[in-house]
């Protein structure tokens, strides 16, 4: 178990009229990652990120960018989020024909593979042979597409299955959770196994700072 929590804020809750002040005020507040969900308006019922706006916001701060990737046919633009500056590449098996095959794709770009799984989506789509080629797990807590959405508890069973799993077979993956956390889901997602806490709304619109927002998550 990776003892510190480590936060990955959603920049889809920031105001873009300020991105780059948004991103700096993230990194001063201790994040330890940038996430950044990309979608299409197809995959899911909403539009954001194209590779242009990640290549400009990547001069603003040397965090990683975790790129959630909710596109359809995601192989053809692999590429070009890694070239824009991702480090790393989640994507949803459902985007995909063949998962393996995405993956490497990810890692021939010479970046960290993160796969994602829908509330609905079972673990059993994970084998232990697609495991070993990946960074990162991202469990959805909410359906893709929104912010602000309300956390689906029964997730949790996925994360401590996932915390099990990679503790057993000592894999080096992190275990990270994504919708609807705040000071009371965090110390469950926590307890369950995550080590890496997504989070838009609570730290971008909660009453606090920035900075006292991602200190609380990491440590709730
Ligand atoms: C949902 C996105 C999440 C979301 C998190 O499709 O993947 O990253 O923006 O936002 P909150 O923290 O508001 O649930
Ligand atoms: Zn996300």
Do not use: W
């Not at 992190?174 to 926590?190: C, M, N, R, V, Y």
């Not at 971008?204 to 700072?209: D, K, L, Q, R, V």
Request: glycine share 6%; with cysteine; charged share 25%.
């Amino acid at each position: 178990m990776k003892n510190q929590v480590k936060i990955s804020p959603s920049i889809l809750s920031a105001d873009f009229s300020k991105l780059s002040e948004e991103i700096l005020s993230l990194e001063k507040g201790g994040a330890d990652m940038i996430h950044v969900d990309v979608m299409d308006g197809h995959f899911v019922p909403n539009l954001t990120f194209g590779p242009p706006v990640i290549k400009k916001i990547r001069k603003c701060t040397k965090l990683p960018f975790d790129v959630h990737l909710m596109i359809t046919q995601v192989d053809k633009y692999i590429k070009d989020y890694a070239d824009a500056g991702a480090d790393i590449i989640t994507i949803h098996p459902e985007a995909t024909n063949n998962l393996s095959q995405s993956i490497d794709i990810i890692k021939s770009c010479k970046k960290k593979a993160g796969v994602s799984l829908n509330p609905e989506t079972s673990v059993e789509l994970l084998k232990d042979d697609l495991l070993k080629k990946l960074d990162l797990i991202l469990i959805m807590s909410v359906n893709p597409g929104f912010a602000g959405q309300k956390f689906i508890p029964e997730v949790l069973d996925k994360v401590k299955f996932f915390r099990h799993k990679i503790n057993n077979n000592k894999l080096n993956i992190d275990l990270e959770i994504d919708g609807g956390i705040d000071f009371k889901t965090a110390p469950l997602s926590i307890k369950a196994g995550a080590n890496v806490l997504v989070s838009g709304t609570t730290i971008f619109n909660n009453t606090g700072s920035i900075s006292e927002n991602i200190k609380n998550l990491r440590k709730s």
